[in-house]
């Protein structure tokens, strides 16, 4: 039985950070970690990968040789890879024996809630080597300072949580540089806990850009507060502490705490053990960085999508019931 976690989550949440600061800590506490990189347009990784799929395809080879945009590219390389699942599967039996694996993917969210490329590969891998994979969605904490991007962030996290039905743990990243985006309106429970949105209202109502899709707004908190499956967690990937209780957090939610009692006692006493060698430094992302402030406009025609699946999924289950 092999453990491990898929990290998943929009283009500047950190994911390629994550994997490179949660291998150096799992490391540290004993842990052989391989790194997958399934992100072919991932072509600068700052950590050393065991596998990687620009060895089977590449994002800019399919952008010219079939005209296609980086979106386009992305679902065909994820299309190939699925029919290639073979290629795959080879390359991670060695590790099968006494690996921890992280797979590190595409940053194109309708991968993990519209197509169906993506979850079938994952689906494959856990069927066939027996895999206990966590899924870890990464949100940039900035966009709890902004009530209709943080709206956007939890439809995007319920309808990832729908789509791939794995253990799923939802991270609110970078939570250290959170005040630099100005004080939030409510303390960070409300953003984690995700229990009562009605309050974020007020303040969607003060702001222009967001009164046009008012009523669109309102719908789709209704249909997260139906479903009560969202919440978040904290991360800061340069912190000991934040790094730690997240792991437990993952071992919980996989079944690896179970599956090894001593060996996972051993592992949590290094963790509570102060100090540990962990001197992580984020790896720089100025281009993603940019990128993220503008997901606002980006989630926009995805919530679209988003809600008519959710809605149709809403429908069906209460007329089966």
Not at 227 to 244: A, H, M, P, R, W
Request: with cysteine.
């Amino acid at each position: 039985m092999v453990f491990g976690q898929v990290v998943i989550g929009p283009p500047g949440s950190g994911k390629t950070t994550y994997c490179n600061g949660m291998s150096h800590f799992l490391q540290l506490i004993g842990r052989k970690v391989a790194i997958i990189n399934l992100d072919p347009a991932n072509d600068s990784l700052p950590y050393e990968c065991a596998i990687n799929i620009e060895d089977l395809i590449k994002l800019s080879d399919v952008m010219n040789e079939h005209s296609l945009g980086p979106n386009g590219g992305l679902v065909y390389c994820m299309d190939y890879l699925e029919k290639n699942i073979d290629w795959l599967e080879a390359k991670l039996k060695p590790l099968l024996k006494d690996h921890y694996l992280l797979f590190d993917f595409p940053g194109q969210v309708e991968l993990f809630f519209l197509h169906a490329n993506a979850k079938n590969v994952i689906e494959k891998l856990v069927k066939k080597l027996n895999l206990r994979l966590t899924a870890m969605h990464l949100v940039d904490a900035h966009l709890c300072s902004d009530p209709g991007k943080y709206v956007s962030a939890l439809i995007l996290s319920l309808s990832t949580m729908l789509h791939l039905e794995l253990p799923h743990i939802n991270v609110l990243s970078k939570i250290d540089l959170i005040e630099n985006y100005g004080k939030l309106a409510f303390n960070l429970e409300f953003y984690t806990d995700v229990e009562d949105l009605s309050y974020l209202q007020n303040d969607l109502d003060q702001d222009p850009r967001s009164a046009k899709y008012r009523k669109m707004t309102k719908e789709l908190c209704e249909v997260i507060e139906n479903y009560g499956l969202v919440n978040f967690t904290t991360l800061d990937i340069q912190d000991k502490e934040s790094v730690g209780n997240l792991v437990k957090l993952i071992d919980k939610s996989n079944g690896y705490i179970f599956a090894g009692i001593e060996g996972s006692a051993v592992e949590y006493s290094k963790i509570a053990a102060a100090p540990i060698d962990w001197d992580y430094y984020r790896y720089p992302f100025s281009d993603l960085n940019n990128c993220a402030m503008c997901l606002f406009c980006l989630f926009i025609p995805i919530i679209q999508l988003a809600f008519k699946r959710l809605l149709y999924m809403h429908i069906s289950m209460a007329t089966q019931t």
